[in-house]
């Protein structure tokens, strides 16, 4: 029987109740490595030690992967993934709220008749749209709105385009 990869790599006998053995296989020396370089084996064996055995399987998981992420960006490790990730979170979320509002705009002047009595009045449409659609929250898109609400001959406005998107981020 060949000792786990961290009983190979710290050149000792690997016994039989070995607590790295069932998280360590020896086909994957590079797992415990980054572990080891990071953390240190005698603090992995003292964490593990203190789970129940039911919890060391995910306390690996996680010091696998964080003892990777470290080895990759040793300034911020997994941090700079997570932060990164909060921050893609953080700018859909807005978008998000953007896209909403502009439905909600939409949705008002659509429910509104449009007079059809004074045919120059389309030529206050854009006007009338962007004067009570350009509130604050809106203002970074208020360009590409209009652009996409075109009155129709028919009064009303023609259905958006989905296919592209209401706004450019960035
Ligand atoms: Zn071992």
Redesign the pocket.
């Known amino acids: 029987m060949s000792?786990?990869a961290?009983?190979k790599l710290l050149r000792r006998r690997?016994?039989k109740d070995?607590v790295?053995?069932p998280y360590?296989p020896p086909d994957e020396p590079q797992k415990f490595a980054n572990v080891h370089k990071v953390f240190g084996a005698s603090n992995v064996n003292k964490m593990l030690q203190d789970l129940p055995v039911e919890a060391r399987g995910d306390a690996v998981s996680s010091m696998v992967y964080e003892a990777d992420a470290r080895v990759r960006d040793p300034v911020y490790g997994c941090v700079g993934a997570i932060s990164s990730l909060q921050q893609q979170v953080a700018n859909l979320q807005t978008q998000l709220a953007v896209a909403n509002a502009e439905i909600v705009c939409i949705r008002m002047h659509q429910s509104q008749p449009v007079p059809n009595q004074h045919p120059h009045h389309m030529d206050d449409g854009n006007q009338m749209v962007t004067s009570s659609c350009s509130s604050p929250p809106l203002t970074p898109s208020s360009p590409d709105l209009n652009h996409h609400m075109k009155p129709s001959v028919g009064g009303g406005y023609e259905s958006l385009e989905f296919s592209e998107p209401l706004w450019s981020h960035n």
């Open positions: 000792p786990c961290a009983c690997c016994a070995c790295f053995a360590f």
